[in-house]
């Protein structure tokens, strides 16, 4: 694949990218006070309630209430703890058995992006004083939680946190040296669906080493929200592009194990995995990472709306 130089990225990307269509809904507007309850309306989901379920969230996490997370995540939850990845059993026994003091919390700079009517996903800062295990919580961190539509409520699918970065980290480039081999890296899903996910990804993965512009506009859609996992923040779809085609960011070659997919609501679905990256990038945030992309069906095609990176 010919490389491409940033400035006619941008003039292709912009064209390519603009023939998708318009944003499905973000929205970033201050919270102006919530109710602590989490209870669905009967349409799309509503972002104040979405904001007041998860403080409830954080207020059961300051307070080691796990049996409000019995009810509060899907059965099919995941999500990611200290130790990797979790199921919902895994996230209820952290959360009730923590050695954690959280003396203070706060949200801020909520936005909600649509999954239909039966999702969303809420992507925020986090701003918290406390400890675990006799260290200090990092003071600030981006999150994100998708919420699907459970019944009467909205129920928490997927939750991940990521300190936020310095703002007096360095620039220069960070070498990146792929972990030992894995016996799973590169593996075949046992399942359909997982597979099916995987074959987008690795061709994310692969536009963005190629720097394929084309191939990412294929398979991401216009309102793409990128985390990266160098914690920089929220990123849109053009941001994101700018820093995957840089002239600064190059990936040699990546390899994608431990593929777990799973439905989450309607044409909507998340796969996590890890990825062993060898390469750099501008500030580092290539990484060996734990990714999380959720999907969304799109003309019958599936299509990534956010991903989140954090270090593995």
Not at 59 to 80: C, E, I, Q, V
Not at 123 to 130: E, L
Request: proline letters at 5%.
């Amino acid at each position: 694949m010919q490389r491409i130089t940033l400035a006619v990225f941008l003039g292709l990307g912009s064209l390519l990218f603009s023939s998708c269509g318009a944003p499905s809904g973000n929205t970033q507007t201050a919270n102006n006070g919530v109710n602590a309850n989490f209870n669905r309306s009967s349409g799309p989901p509503n972002r104040a309630e979405l904001i007041a379920a998860e403080n409830s969230a954080y207020d059961a996490w300051k307070n080691k209430n796990g049996s409000f997370f019995d009810d509060f995540l899907t059965t099919g939850f995941m999500g990611f703890g200290d130790q990797g990845r979790q199921d919902k059993a895994g996230a209820v026994k952290e959360i009730a058995e923590s050695n954690c003091q959280v003396n203070t919390y706060s949200l801020s700079d909520e936005a909600v992006t649509i999954m239909g009517s039966d999702g969303a996903i809420l992507t925020f800062k986090a701003t918290t004083d406390g400890t675990c295990d006799g260290q200090k919580i990092p003071g600030r961190s981006w999150g994100a939680t998708i919420y699907v539509r459970d019944g009467e409520k909205w129920k928490a699918a997927y939750h991940n946190e990521i300190p936020i970065a310095e703002t007096n980290a360095g620039p220069a480039p960070a070498k990146l040296t792929p972990a030992a081999p894995s016996s799973t890296a590169e593996e075949t899903p046992a399942d359909p669906f997982t597979q099916a996910l995987m074959t987008v990804e690795k061709k994310v993965w692969e536009g963005r080493k190629t720097r394929d512009v084309r191939a990412i506009s294929e398979t991401t859609m216009l309102d793409l929200i990128y985390m990266d996992a160098d914690g920089s923040g929220r990123h849109t779809r053009d941001e994101a592009a700018k820093m995957w085609f840089g002239p600064t960011c190059t990936i040699k070659s990546f390899s994608l194990a431990e593929p777990q997919g799973r439905p989450i609501a309607a044409n909507a679905a998340v796969l996590t995995y890890k990825a062993t990256i060898d390469g750099s990038c501008g500030t580092g945030s290539a990484k060996n990472v734990w990714g999380t992309t959720v999907y969304m069906k799109e003309g019958g095609v599936w299509k990534a709306l956010m991903i989140f990176n954090r270090p593995a």
